[in-house]
Nanobody
Framework: VQLVESGGGLVQPGGSLRLSCTAS????????MRWYRQAPGKERELVAL????????HYADSVKGRFTISRDNVKNTVYLLMNSLKPEDTAVYYC?????????WGQGTQVTVSS
């Protein structure tokens, strides 16, 4: 299983970013996918989840209405579109899949929201 995130960076408050996570070495379309984040000194938290077919999504209350998770099962990629970013969204964002009963993580991508 391999998960590779991209798309992080520095953005001003109110701005937008789109994160991507490209998966390989497993049947991507069979599995739910998740985005987590971890801010300095805090525990890793679930941000968003999407079902294997993309017809069901779930969001943390803190990002509901601002973030959108989506997936492309042809490109084996899951996305996180983040709008109206706030300084408290600053964190390392990780892609996750539970495959064959074990959790797998990407290397993470840093998102910094600051003026």
């Amino acid at each position: 299983v391999q998960l590779v995130e991209s798309g992080g960076g520095l953005v001003q408050p109110g701005g937008s970013l789109r994160l991507s996570c490209t998966a390989s070495k497993f049947t991507f379309s069979d599995y739910h996918m998740r985005w987590y984040r971890q801010a300095p000194g805090k525990e890793r938290e679930l941000v968003a989840l999407i079902s294997s077919t993309g017809d069901m999504t779930h969001y943390a209350d803190s990002v509901k209405g601002r973030f959108t998770i989506s997936r492309d099962n042809v490109k084996n990629t899951v996305y996180l579109l983040m709008n109206s970013l706030k300084p408290e969204d600053t964190a390392v964002y990780y892609c996750n899949a539970d495959v064959w009963g074990s959790p797998y993580w990407g290397q993470g991508t840093q998102v910094t929201v600051s003026s």
